[in-house]
Nanobody
């Protein structure tokens, strides 16, 4: 059974950094793409970043490119989202997701989801 467990969220100020982690278990993820999505109050869930586990290839939403970095660590089966230069508009619940195959940006194409971690950026 696939499990994704996020951690690392919190309350920070504008310009601060946070690193989110997603601990993945239940199968081998070498043929998977791992994604981060976020959902702000009253808004739809949106794509943030994704990585192909085997190659390390990445893709970012325009709103976070240059500020966020997604990476994975094979030994601990963990995906990281390093978030720098945070802005109030980054405030959301952040979700880790997994899908077999290549990167996609639509949430409905991801089969597995974590429970989410709250990130709040104060101005």
């Amino acid at each position: 059974q696939v499990q994704l467990v996020e951690s690392g969220g919190g309350l920070v100020q504008t310009g601060d950094s946070l690193r989110l982690s997603c601990a993945a278990s239940g199968r081998t993820f070498s043929s998977y793409a791992m994604g981060w999505f976020r959902q702000a109050p009253g808004k739809e869930r949106e794509f943030v970043a994704a990585i192909i586990w085997s190659s390390g290839s990445t893709y970012y939403a325009a709103s976070v490119k240059g500020r966020f970095t997604i990476s994975r660590e094979n030994v601990r089966n963990t995906v990281w989202l390093q978030m720098n230069s945070l802005k109030p508009e980054d405030t959301a619940v952040y979700y880790c997701a997994a899908r077999a195959g290549n990167i996609r940006t639509r949430d409905r194409e991801y089969a597995y989801w974590g429970q989410g971690t709250q990130v709040t950026v104060s101005s």
